[in-house]
């Protein structure tokens, strides 16, 4: 069991995320930065979707009841476990009684929390990931508050020996970004002017920011006409463009369906980038294909494979 | 027709560029024609009012052979029956009141006593066009026009789970407590999502929907019924 001995500024139970209820109206939800979770839970030895708790900016304070094996990836809060600093991107062993505590991320926004045999709450519809808007998965359908204690679920496998990711391997993490998009599917909606502009400037990412979609701001995107449309549906990455011509970015928990004229959306290995960037940063925006689309999510695939692959030889030499 | 990509693992299919019956029909026919079809691909589809997204592993399940099936699918629709829907759930509602807090104010804006602008929203059956907003939220087709009134200019912050409102020419019920700008005429005791059922989602997008109008004391009894678990749906053939 661990439980919250200070919450922090917004932390939640995320895994994967809630696929096969989006013609229901039920948002995917999940972690934001799925790369960072899935590794997370690789040099635990858990499967990749695994629940972990996601961190947002502050990351409080948590203690292990029982021993455990741990690690944290994502945005660097420079973690402490006693008084002994822990690595981003690694895993350590937990004695019970030991408190792991965290400062403010100095570039990014999230950090996974991961435990070896995962955070155990309810399956909601498949997922225990945290949809907060209607109360659903996670502990009680809501952010972790002090005091909350959540159990851990039963391991699998062999345990990985503690292991901290190669430099070289570390992604870069927050300070600005460059995001791929393929564009459409309103593409036409907007002026060849509206599009350029789009594809040339930096937006800045505003404080309003969530888990839902990120608001920018920058130079305005030109399109034809109105900017409503029959409402249609709406993906985690989708870039929507109300009147005021500032992109929107839909995030993990965008809802299914949504009004505004889309002109591209991130590709999905890019969308950590948009969930470790913070108020100020500056996103860009370049053009991708369908090709070049799949070959990033083929890449991406085939790392975690590999890491998963290293990590399990660590518990294979034990 | 129109493909149009959605991200790398997106596929929109528009069939029309209205809010109407027919092309909605047609969007909910490919929806059961790529479950039933293509089920073994593992796809997701999400329809709305005149488009289906089509979601998919654009690494095991490659673009352009999706679409070129997609094409084949939505090509063989034929003629769509538009005002028949497959079923229709019956929605008990108790109007007015504390419930409905905005009744009188629909009955003012439109020029009706209360109670004809309850016949008026109970009469027709709605068409499940899409669900969407939150989860279970019903966009509904078939309101009638002289209840077209304009949304609050100030949203309200918590509208309670079950609150049936007006709004803009639309008409919906909040499935879970949520903020929202329409105008709340009545309250449902049934439950449009509850993830502890077995069939969590009261409604599918396609269904008929038809309002019953009930007293305060047959709410509450539905209301304690629920409450104790029974979640029992009411449907008309």
């Given at each position: 069991m661990?439980?919250?001995?200070?919450?922090?500024?917004?932390?939640?139970?995320?895994?994967?995320?809630?696929?096969?209820?989006?013609?229901?109206?039920?948002?995917?939800?999940?972690?934001?930065?799925?790369?960072?979770?899935?590794?997370?839970?690789?040099?635990?030895?858990?499967?990749?979707?695994?629940?972990a708790v996601?961190l947002?900016?502050?990351?409080?304070?948590?203690?292990?009841?029982?021993?455990?094996?741990?690690?944290v990836t994502?945005?660097?809060?420079?973690?402490?476990?006693?008084?002994?600093?822990?690595?981003?991107?690694?895993?350590?062993?937990?004695?019970?009684g030991?408190?792991?505590?965290?400062?403010?991320?100095?570039?990014?926004?999230?950090?996974?929390?991961?435990?070896?045999?995962?955070?155990?709450?309810?399956l909601?519809?498949?997922?225990r990931?945290?949809?907060?808007?209607?109360?659903?998965?996670?502990?009680d359908g809501?952010?972790?508050?002090?005091?909350?204690?959540l159990?851990?679920g039963?391991?699998?496998?062999?345990?990985?020996?503690?292991?901290?990711?190669?430099?070289?391997?570390?992604?870069?993490?927050?300070?600005?970004?460059?995001?791929?998009?393929?564009?459409?599917?309103?593409?036409?909606?907007?002026?060849?002017?509206?599009?350029?502009?789009?594809l040339?400037?930096?937006?800045?990412?505003?404080?309003?920011n969530?888990?839902?979609g990120?608001?920018?701001?920058?130079?305005?995107?030109a399109?034809?006409?109105?900017?409503d449309?029959?409402?249609?549906?709406?993906?985690?990455?989708?870039?929507?463009?109300?009147?005021?011509?500032q992109?929107?970015?839909?995030?993990?928990?965008?809802?299914?369906?949504?009004?505004y004229?889309?002109?591209?959306?991130v590709?999905?290995?890019?969308?950590?980038l948009?969930?470790?960037a913070?108020?100020?940063?500056?996103?860009?925006?370049?053009?991708?294909?369908?090709?070049?689309?799949?070959?990033?999510?083929?890449?991406?695939?085939?790392?975690l494979a590999?890491?998963?692959?290293r990590?399990?030889?660590?518990?294979?030499?034990? | 027709?129109?493909?149009?990509?959605?991200?790398?693992?997106g596929?929109?299919v528009?069939?029309?560029?209205?809010?109407?019956?027919?092309?909605?029909?047609?969007v909910?026919?490919?929806?059961?024609?790529?479950?039933?079809?293509?089920?073994?691909?593992?796809?997701?589809?999400?329809?709305?009012?005149?488009?289906l997204?089509?979601l998919?592993?654009?690494?095991?399940?490659?673009?352009?052979?999706l679409?070129?099936?997609?094409?084949?699918?939505?090509?063989n629709?034929?003629?769509?029956?538009?005002?028949?829907?497959?079923?229709?759930?019956?929605?008990?509602?108790?109007?007015?009141?504390?419930?409905?807090?905005?009744l009188?104010?629909?009955?003012?804006?439109?020029g009706?006593?209360?109670g004809?602008?309850v016949?008026?929203?109970?009469?027709?059956?709605?068409?499940?066009?899409?669900?969407?907003?939150?989860?279970g939220?019903?966009?509904?087709?078939?309101?009638?026009?002289?209840?077209?009134?304009p949304r609050?200019?100030?949203p309200?912050?918590?509208?309670?789970?079950?609150?049936?409102?007006?709004?803009?020419?639309q008409?919906?019920?909040?499935?879970?407590?949520?903020?929202?700008?329409?105008?709340?005429?009545?309250r449902?005791?049934?439950?449009?999502?509850?993830?502890?059922?077995?069939r969590?989602?009261?409604?599918?997008?396609g269904?008929?929907?038809?309002?019953?109008?009930?007293d305060?004391?047959?709410?509450?009894?539905a209301?304690?019924?629920?409450e104790?678990g029974?979640?029992?749906?009411?449907?008309?053939?």
């Amino acid at each position: 069991m661990i439980t919250v001995v200070k919450a922090g500024l917004l932390a939640s139970v995320q895994d994967l995320g809630r696929p096969g209820f989006r013609d229901s109206g039920m948002p995917l939800a999940g972690a934001m930065d799925r790369y960072a979770l899935a590794i997370a839970n690789l040099l635990v030895g858990n499967e990749p979707g695994a629940a972990a708790v996601e961190l947002t900016m502050l990351g409080g304070t948590w203690r292990f009841e029982a021993d455990a094996l741990a690690a944290v990836t994502g945005a660097d809060m420079a973690g402490t476990l006693d008084g002994a600093p822990v690595g981003p991107w690694s895993s350590f062993r937990a004695r019970a009684g030991s408190q792991l505590t965290f400062k403010p991320a100095a570039r990014g926004v999230r950090a996974y929390l991961a435990v070896r045999g995962g955070i155990d709450v309810p399956l909601v519809l498949g997922s225990r990931s945290t949809y907060t808007r209607a109360g659903v998965g996670g502990l009680d359908g809501r952010a972790l508050v002090t005091g909350d204690r959540l159990q851990v679920g039963p391991a699998q496998g062999r345990a990985p020996k503690p292991w901290a990711l190669p430099a070289g391997a570390v992604p870069p993490c927050g300070g600005g970004a460059t995001l791929r998009v393929l564009l459409g599917p309103q593409d036409d909606r907007f002026t060849a002017e509206g599009i350029a502009t789009f594809l040339s400037s930096g937006y800045r990412v505003t404080p309003q920011n969530d888990r839902m979609g990120y608001r920018l701001e920058g130079p305005p995107v030109a399109m034809r006409d109105a900017p409503d449309i029959i409402t249609d549906p709406l993906v985690p990455g989708a870039v929507q463009v109300p009147g005021n011509g500032q992109p929107i970015v839909m995030g993990a928990d965008a809802h299914t369906t949504g009004g505004y004229v889309k002109i591209a959306t991130v590709i999905g290995p890019d969308l950590r980038l948009l969930a470790q960037a913070r108020p100020g940063d500056l996103l860009r925006f370049a053009r991708t294909t369908q090709a070049a689309a799949v070959k990033a999510v083929r890449a991406e695939r085939a790392g975690l494979a590999a890491l998963a692959r290293r990590i399990a030889n660590t518990a294979r030499r034990r | 027709m129109r493909i149009l990509a959605q991200g790398e693992g997106g596929i929109v299919v528009e069939l029309g560029d209205t809010i109407d019956d027919q092309v909605n029909a047609r969007v909910h026919a490919l929806a059961a024609a790529v479950r039933a079809r293509l089920g073994g691909l593992g796809l997701e589809v999400v329809p709305s009012y005149r488009s289906l997204l089509v979601l998919h592993d654009p690494v095991e399940t490659p673009r352009a052979g999706l679409v070129r099936r997609l094409r084949a699918l939505a090509g063989n629709l034929g003629d769509t029956p538009a005002t028949v829907p497959g079923r229709v759930v019956r929605l008990p509602v108790c109007y007015g009141g504390p419930l409905g807090p905005d009744l009188d104010e629909v009955a003012t804006l439109t020029g009706m006593t209360a109670g004809a602008v309850v016949a008026l929203h109970a009469a027709p059956i709605y068409r499940v066009h899409l669900l969407g907003f939150t989860p279970g939220f019903p966009y509904l087709g078939g309101l009638d026009p002289a209840l077209n009134v304009p949304r609050l200019e100030v949203p309200r912050s918590r509208i309670p789970a079950g609150s049936v409102a007006i709004g803009g020419g639309q008409t919906g019920v909040y499935p879970v407590e949520s903020p929202g700008g329409w105008r709340l005429v009545g309250r449902t005791p049934l439950r449009l999502f509850d993830p502890r059922r077995s069939r969590p989602f009261l409604l599918a997008a396609g269904d008929g929907l038809r309002f019953v109008a009930i007293d305060r004391e047959a709410f509450e009894a539905a209301a304690r019924r629920v409450e104790a678990g029974d979640g029992t749906l009411e449907l008309e053939p």
